[in-house]
């Protein structure tokens, strides 16, 4: 019996009396996966440019999403993940400015192969010095991060709605609860373009002390809250019943990219975290709430970033076909709504 046995009306509660709880934590891919850009990433970039009055002739579609291709591999190599490393030296602006380089670089390398088109175009490093209309930038960065730029696959919101029902009805077996996150090779916008396609997403993130929270990016958050807000109430059967996603790890948060084991494993960390103070503030007996039983799934478009990197990780996985993607040698899904069968949930 435990030192300080805890009583439930008359009952004493012992280690050997308290079944193990069954935990799942289900965490998806973002980009492509949840939601994507809509129209194109070349399309919108083009009607914005056209809204500001660059030339509809030599801003098309098609020139962007090739200089688009080449500046984003280009960022990519020169600061990785957003510039982090170099943002922890104080030595860059973090993903709104790599953003806007993207953007100054993709219509510069338009722009200047219209000017001379007989001469081939290097992308410019001083994305700095490219003139563009005044508030166009500002704008597709706002555009990109909340209303206007994605929408969500037909099968996300039908899969949230069902999962929403089961965990305030808490009946998900054969899980006591269950724990839904996303896990994206992105910077903090991803929240918020969650908020805004409709979905009711917790606090939590890749990590809750104050030198990740005070890395500089698109969300703001106060560095004296706690963790995760209790002011809602708690149920024994799922993390949060009044969100939808509970926690949202980005690889600029957590300091690597999928298939980096690391990311998935900070994920892991911030359910655990996340279940351990539920615990305290709900009904689970306090100091018993090591006594899950957790099952890690990840969902993702990218066979090699989500499907490898998860399993790799110690996770089960399944592949998400979209939009007519290649067969992989895994376990594929083709909507969202299959995981209730494949997972047994609600059976």
Same mark, same amino acid.
């Given at each position: 019996?435990?030192?300080?046995?805890?009583?439930?009306?008359?009952?004493?509660?012992?280690?050997?009396?308290?079944?193990?709880?069954?935990?799942?934590?289900?965490?998806?891919?973002?980009?492509?996966?949840?939601?994507?850009?809509?129209?194109?990433?070349?399309?919108?970039?083009?009607?914005?440019?056209?809204?500001?009055?660059?030339?509809?002739?030599?801003?098309?579609?098609?020139?962007?999403?090739?200089?688009?291709?080449?500046?984003?591999?280009?960022?990519?190599?020169?600061?990785?993940?957003?510039?982090?490393?170099?943002?922890?030296?104080?030595?860059?602006?973090?993903?709104?400015?790599?953003?806007?380089?993207?953007?100054?670089?993709?219509?510069?390398?338009?722009?200047?192969?219209?000017?001379?088109?007989?001469?081939?175009?290097?992308?410019?490093?001083? &994305?700095?010095?490219?003139?563009?209309?005044?508030?166009?930038?500002?704008?597709?960065?706002?555009?990109?991060?909340?209303?206007?730029?994605?929408?969500? &696959?037909?099968?996300?919101?039908?899969?949230?709605?069902?999962?929403?029902?089961?965990?305030?009805?808490?009946?998900?077996?054969?899980?006591?609860?269950?724990?839904?996150?996303?896990?994206?090779?992105?910077?903090?916008?991803?929240?918020?373009?969650?908020?805004?396609?409709?979905?009711?997403?917790?606090?939590?993130?890749?990590?809750?002390?104050?030198?990740?929270?005070?890395?500089?990016?698109?969300?703001?958050?106060?560095?004296?809250?706690?963790?995760?807000?209790?002011?809602?109430?708690?149920?024994?059967?799922?993390?949060?019943?009044?969100?939808?996603?509970?926690?949202?790890?980005?690889?600029?948060?957590?300091?690597?990219?999928?298939?980096?084991?690391?990311?998935?494993?900070?994920?892991?960390?911030?359910?655990?975290?996340?279940?351990?103070?539920?615990?305290?503030?709900?009904?689970?007996?306090?100091?018993?709430?090591?006594?899950?039983?957790?099952?890690?799934?990840?969902?993702?478009?990218? &066979?090699?970033?989500? &499907?490898?990197?998860?399993?790799?990780?110690?996770?089960?996985?399944?592949?998400?076909?979209?939009?007519?993607?290649?067969?992989?040698?895994?376990?594929?899904?083709?909507?969202?709504?299959?995981?209730?069968?494949?997972?047994?949930?609600?059976?």
């Amino acid at each position: 019996m435990l030192s300080n046995p805890l009583h439930r009306g008359a009952r004493t509660i012992t280690q050997s009396s308290i079944r193990r709880r069954r935990t799942l934590l289900l965490t998806f891919d973002a980009f492509e996966t949840l939601f994507y850009p809509h129209p194109s990433v070349p399309d919108q970039y083009a009607a914005i440019g056209h809204e500001f009055g660059l030339s509809r002739t030599a801003v098309t579609p098609d020139k962007l999403k090739a200089a688009f291709k080449d500046v984003y591999r280009l960022k990519s190599k020169q600061n990785p993940n957003y510039g982090r490393a170099d943002v922890l030296k104080g030595q860059y602006g973090g993903p709104k400015q790599w953003w806007e380089e993207v953007i100054r670089g993709s219509f510069g390398q338009v722009l200047a192969s219209e000017e001379n088109e007989n001469n081939v175009q290097s992308i410019s490093p001083d &994305y700095g010095q490219l003139d563009l209309p005044s508030g166009m930038v500002e704008t597709l960065l706002n555009r990109f991060a909340g209303h206007g730029g994605y929408t969500l &696959y037909d099968d996300v919101a039908p899969f949230f709605a069902r999962m929403r029902e089961l965990r305030a009805s808490s009946n998900s077996s054969p899980f006591d609860r269950i724990v839904l996150g996303v896990i994206s090779n992105s910077d903090d916008r991803v929240p918020a373009v969650l908020k805004a396609l409709g979905l009711r997403v917790g606090d939590t993130r890749a990590d809750q002390d104050r030198s990740s929270m005070e890395l500089p990016g698109f969300e703001e958050r106060d560095s004296s809250q706690e963790p995760q807000s209790q002011t809602a109430a708690t149920t024994y059967f799922g993390a949060r019943p009044d969100v939808d996603i509970d926690l949202v790890i980005t690889s600029y948060e957590a300091g690597e990219e999928k298939p980096n084991k690391l990311i998935f494993d900070v994920a892991k960390r911030q359910a655990q975290l996340l279940v351990r103070q539920d615990g305290q503030q709900g009904s689970t007996p306090a100091g018993l709430e090591d006594t899950d039983d957790w099952t890690y799934v990840h969902i993702g478009d990218d &066979y090699q970033k989500d &499907y490898v990197g998860a399993t790799r990780a110690g996770w089960q996985s399944y592949f998400l076909e979209r939009n007519g993607s290649e067969e992989c040698p895994s376990r594929t899904i083709r909507s969202l709504l299959e995981l209730f069968t494949e997972l047994k949930i609600g059976s």
